[in-house]
């Protein structure tokens, strides 16, 4: 009942203008007779695949614990005969589809954890064609259709010049650790890096300025009996989420749907062991995302300063911890990352394969996966999405089941074309 119908894919042909700008993908690529055995293989899979995508789903993969699904995705990969597969340290899967030599090495990225802890009902929905369940779009859906796009690219027999690795990621809800962390210690030098996490809407290449902070207001501590007048680290993060909140922010970044940027949030806040003392020690913790560095810079000693200052103010001692900040300093210009053919070229097949109807994609200079990582090294970087989904990170999570099957053969145009060339 998802299947899509026949001559679907033909109105989508004519309905979907091409960006010009990329020289790397052209509609006859996918005339190709191994392409198109690769991208007709998806269509007669298409409920198996949707079946696939509701286990996954289901194997609970809270940031850290990402192990069960590290294991499946390993033998998924062993079945794909992949080279050189490997589990790190921290559970990054990662394996390699060899290329014939002389072309590019490109990273396909999807990460297995979701921001949902242990405990939460997994179980997927099923109306009509909207799936319902959290982690059903980020980014269970993208790792389905990259793992489908390697199987398809097998079906087919297509062989590209440059290699193609699928990288399985932990951690990125903490910080896109899992990503840095292989990017610094696989070994591997990529020359593309493709983050397959966000809408099949969209297509990012930028990189949002992401620093999270944790505050600790201290003090000897005073039984309640004791405490009048006398430094309470509890007022004082009172005092300081108060103060925070009043820091005036820039106007809100135009050309962003639903994100209100710059911004900050109090996300986390705790303290104290008993009920009858000041507490020796209370807590909060704040993230804060911008678009570029220049105002990130100043939010961030606006927001560092305004916390000690209510530390001295409130006669507490202070401490801090950067929770993450990634140096942007290396990443390439805007203009220069726009322009890459990596960025083009996403364009131009994320647009070929969109839904019927819907808008044309622009390029974004956004991002908060997996490819910042790649971005602050300074190497070519985009993140897309292969499935038409809607509020990650939220209880109500849900995704369309039927926009697989574009978005798998859409991975399938961008692997060949990135690595043909
Ligand atoms: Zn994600």
Known sequence: MLMRKPGVALLLLAASPLCAQSRWFQPSLLEKPEVRKALQSVDGRAADIIEEWIRLVEIPAPSGKEQTRAKYIRAEMEKLGLSEIRTDDISNVSGVRKGT????????AAHMDTVFPEGTGLNVKREGDILRAPGVGDDTSNLMATLEMFRALNRGGVKTKGDLIFLASVQEELGLLGAKHWLETSGYKPDMFVAIDVSSTEVWYGALRIDQFKFFYT????????????????KAVAKAINALYEIPLPPVAEGLDTFKLPVLNVGMLGGGTVVNAVPREAWFTVDLRSLDSATQDSLE?????TARRIAEQEGVGFRMEKKMGIDYSKALPQKERLNHQL???????????????????????????????AVSMAIPAVAIGATIERMPHRLEENAD?????PGIKSLIALAVALTSH
Do not use: C
């Open 301 to 305: 000693s606006a927001v560092v300063s």
């Open 219 to 234: 003090s000897p501590g005073a039984h309640t009996m004791e405490s009048r007048g006398a430094p309470s680290p509890a």
């Open 401 to 405: 089941a039927g926009s697989i099957v």
């Open 101 to 108: 030599g002389g072309g590019p090495t490109v990273v396909f």
């Open 343 to 373: 960025v083009q070229t996403a364009l131009a097949t994320s647009n070929y394969f969109r839904k019927t109807g819907t808008p044309e994609i622009v390029a974004r200079d956004v991002g908060s996966t997996d490819a910042n990582i």
